[in-house]
């Protein structure tokens, strides 16, 4: 498991649910896994009771099962749970982009185009980890623009399944657009199009419906048999 530093302003079930919840993502933990609360807790240096409450909102998302008296088993991909979290994601998202494309000053287009320089440079590098990050943190700039970070919490919980298939689609399908794609909708932006923007968002969101067939055959022991 990789282990990164705590935050100042973390909580220690925060910061066990945030690491738990990486590495399921990033895939370095594996479905079928069992993740042992003790061990978590001396690799956090953190108490079990935080790691328990983590494993149980995990849990609460489906992305972990809780197995009695036997631990915590790593989940397999539902697709319909997948589905629910884009369809939310995209309900939501769309509204987002319309009051970002209102609202976002010069400051705030100016930290996406760096946002963008950074993704086209690891996509050259092949860094897909920090295309991942550069990834999220697009996304999440527009709900701050829009002052909507409340719903920007509220999607991340519904998320992880989609997240996953994010990440392996990074190393899975040959052909990568989210770049482009985050280039085009920033452009929408700052032409104020708003409608354009929602439209590129859409086609955005609904690409890994294309990509799911492609993924499986990289990673079968995700999916249920």
Request: glycine residues 0%; proline residues 3%; negative net charge.
């Amino acid at each position: 498991m990789k282990i990164t530093p705590k935050f100042s302003n973390e909580s220690s079930r925060e910061y066990a649910y945030r690491i738990i919840r990486n590495n399921i993502i990033d895939l370095d933990i594996k479905p079928g896994s069992m993740i042992s609360e003790q061990e978590v807790a001396q690799e956090l240096n953190v108490s079990r009771t935080p790691v328990h409450e983590a494993l149980l909102e995990l849990s609460r998302s489906k992305i972990v099962d809780i197995l009695p008296q036997r631990g915590c088993s790593v989940s397999r991909i539902d697709l319909e749970l997948v589905e629910e979290a884009v369809f939310a994601r995209r309900t939501i998202e769309c509204a987002v982009i319309e009051e970002a494309c209102k609202m976002a000053t010069e400051q705030d287009l100016m930290e996406m185009r760096d946002n963008i320089r950074l993704q086209d440079f690891y996509l050259a590098s092949k860094t897909m980890e920090k295309i991942m990050e550069l990834d999220n943190k697009f996304h999440e700039s527009l709900y701050r623009i829009s002052n909507k970070m409340q719903c920007y919490y509220m999607v991340q919980l519904m998320n992880v399944h989609f997240d996953r298939l994010r990440s392996m689609s990074l190393h899975s399908v040959k052909e990568i657009k989210i770049v482009d794609d985050h280039r085009a909708m920033m452009q929408a932006m700052i032409d104020k199009d708003s409608s354009l923007a929602k439209t590129l968002l859409e086609k955005h969101l609904s690409r890994l419906h294309v990509d799911v067939e492609e993924i499986k055959k990289h990673y079968p022991e995700y999916f249920p048999e």
